[in-house]
């Protein structure tokens, strides 16, 4: 066999070594999606039965309450014991991260909402038990406050929400998480999906569409808008300077107007149309 004839076989096994190599890693990474999309789809079922199951139970041990106190007892005074749902107190036993549940009607969204201040990539890469998983969990700003008791209550021995929470999520080839999320760059999906739906661990809350926009992680330096730099507003100035911005940005008019004093929910997630975009949707609280 002569030099060219070796030289020949060499490239052919090196090039059908790296073919092979390739088809296995795609077929492992695929593995993976599949396992890891596998193994959220069995937890979120199992996290949703459970607190189906615990709101059923609260709802009865409530009317059963109820029927035992007098209407003027109830009247004569205001319950300020600060309760977490029922829904949510088994699941908050076994994860103290536990922040709220996030639920769009018609969606995918139907999620746990998790807070870690000491880390707050911590559940990135990490479902609600704390095992790896690519989809990682919707994450709560760390300087977003969900607020503790009830607006009902006048968040009386709590503390109220900050104006802005600002909630992150992955967004997945799959749809699952924040995958689905950009379908709120149409018009009709937005007008149809125009309730967003989130619970603190306390009390049931409910947000309006008001903006859906592109944007992106900016540079320190950069001078220029930067939604999510806002979780407080602290005077009417501020107020009116982020409502002003993210109703600019917006792809469509939801007609949705604000003052001073309303709250706010942002899901953001990744987007490709430029280096560290974001796809984001604004909802303003109406309940």
């Avoid at 004839?5 to 096994?13: E, F, Q």
């Avoid at 890891?36 to 709802?59: F, I, T, V, Y």
Wanted: glycine fraction near 10%; proline fraction near 2%; include cysteine.
């Amino acid at each position: 066999m002569d030099k060219k004839d070796k030289l020949r076989k060499y490239v052919m096994g090196t090039c059908l070594l790296c073919f092979c190599i390739s088809i296995g890693g795609m077929a492992f990474n695929s593995y993976g999606r599949w396992r890891d999309s596998h193994m959220l789809g069995r937890q979120q079922a199992q996290l949703m039965e459970q607190k189906a199951a615990a709101k059923k139970e609260g709802n009865m041990a409530a009317r059963s309450l109820a029927a035992e106190v007098s209407e003027e007892i109830i009247g004569a005074s205001v319950d300020t014991e600060l309760k977490i749902l029922p829904e949510y107190q088994s699941m908050h036993g076994q994860n103290k991260d536990l922040i709220g549940w996030l639920s769009i009607e018609g969606t995918v969204i139907d999620y746990p909402v998790m807070q870690t201040l000491e880390n707050e990539d911590y559940y990135l890469y990490n479902d609600f038990y704390g095992n790896y998983n690519a989809n990682g969990c919707l994450i709560m700003d760390t300087d977003s406050a969900a607020g503790i008791g009830t607006e009902a209550n006048g968040y009386v021995n709590g503390t109220p929400p900050s104006t802005n929470l600002i909630i992150h999520g992955h967004n997945m080839k799959s749809g699952e998480m924040f995958g689905d999320l950009d379908l709120y760059a149409q018009e009709g999906y937005g007008k149809e999906h125009h309730i967003i739906c989130f619970d603190s661990l306390y009390e049931h809350r409910e947000y309006e569409l008001v903006a859906v926009f592109y944007s992106q992680v900016y540079r320190v330096k950069d001078n220029v808008f930067k939604y999510y730099k806002f979780f407080e507003a602290d005077t009417p100035e501020e107020f009116e300077d982020w409502c002003r911005n993210i109703k600019q940005l917006s792809l469509y008019d939801t007609g949705l107007e604000t003052e001073f004093g309303d709250e706010f929910i942002t899901l953001n997630c990744c987007s490709y149309h430029v280096e560290n975009g974001r796809f984001v949707v604004v909802g303003k609280r109406i309940g």
